[in-house]
């Protein structure tokens, strides 16, 4: 009995994550919940099951990043999924090129990494006449040339990925782009329950709508005529024949006031499914300029 308490603890403490130790998930995973134990793991799929069946508290995913853009993997998931959306956050990139020790900056000839990685340091590449090699992930390029040793191959990594393979960081911040910054979505097997009056928040659902002429347009009325902002949204094509889109969409508010009640009222009347995937706080890196609610019901 001592020994299942103990299991449930170290769950209840742990925060999964796709990919290596020393990751840029890693460093996120570490920078929003620094009292919790992060985990590897191989595939989204994979750090989603993780929660799901109780083996930790909370799944970090990665959704967007303010260069390469969308990440897809992710959207094949969430219809499937019992999990439910209870925060965000956004994660600086800071690309450090790692070394074994030793190792000076004109002595590596290659450098191992993420492909996104590579293209988002390409101007220092070029800047120094090293040749890219694409390798599977960030921080497994910088175990690989840890473990190889070999003094004319680096890898572009995170320092906790430096510091956790004991590399030498021979340059930071490399990247061409310093607005370089993914956002994230942190799962749970429990809904987030915010106070919107007091707290600003978002709410994430997918739906799809029925096929007939102006569906879309019809459904998504209801939040123009009740003054709801549509944060984000994206379809994918859905069925055997691909006949049917399906949509991801975010917007600002929370179910229980009222503007947003009545959209969803409208966007359910036009569609054939809905789901809703978690109401949660707006992450202060996006809070300009908002105040809260002064009137019940608003």
């Known amino acids: 009995m001592a020994k299942a308490k103990a299991g449930r603890s170290r769950a209840g403490n742990t925060v999964a994550f796709q990919g290596e130790a020393g990751a840029n998930s890693d460093m996120a995973c570490r920078a929003a919940f620094p009292y919790m134990t992060t985990l590897p793991c191989p595939t989204f799929e994979a750090a989603m099951a993780t929660v799901q069946a109780g083996r930790a508290e909370l799944a ?50 290659t450098v191992k990494s993420h492909v996104q990685a590579l293209s988002q340091c390409r101007n220092f590449l070029r800047k120094h006449r090293l040749q890219p090699l694409v390798h599977a992930d960030t921080a497994g390029a910088a175990r690989e040339i840890a473990e190889v040793g070999d003094k004319e191959v680096a890898a572009i990594a995170s320092s906790l990925a430096a510091r956790i393979y004991g590399l030498k960081v021979l340059a930071r911040n490399i990247e061409d782009a310093d607005h370089n910054t993914t956002r994230m979505l942190v799962f749970s097997r429990e809904e987030a329950r915010p106070d919107w009056r007091t707290v600003p928040c978002m709410t994430a659902f997918l739906f799809r709508v029925k096929s007939v002429p102006a569906a879309l347009y019809k459904a998504l009325g209801g939040f123009a005529t009740n003054g709801v902002n549509i944060v984000k949204l994206e379809s994918y094509l859905s069925g055997p024949n691909f006949e049917q889109a399906q949509f991801y969409a975010e917007v600002e508010g929370h179910p229980e006031q009222r503007g947003l009640k009545l959209a969803l009222e409208e966007l359910g009347f036009f569609s054939e499914e809905l789901k809703m995937l978690g109401t949660f706080p707006t992450n202060p890196f996006r809070r300009k300029g908002w105040s809260a609610p002064t009137r019940p019901g608003t």
Do not use: Y
């Not at 260069?67 to 956004?90: C, M, N, Q, W």
């Not at 600086?92 to 190792?103: F, I, T």
């Open 60 to 109: 970090m995913i990665p959704v967007e990043n303010s260069i390469a853009g969308r990440v897809a993997d992710l959207h094949s998931l969430l219809p499937h999924t019992k999990l439910k959306i209870v925060a965000e956050h956004f994660q600086r990139v800071e690309h450090c090129l790692v070394a074994v020790p030793g190792v000076t900056l004109k002595s590596i000839k």
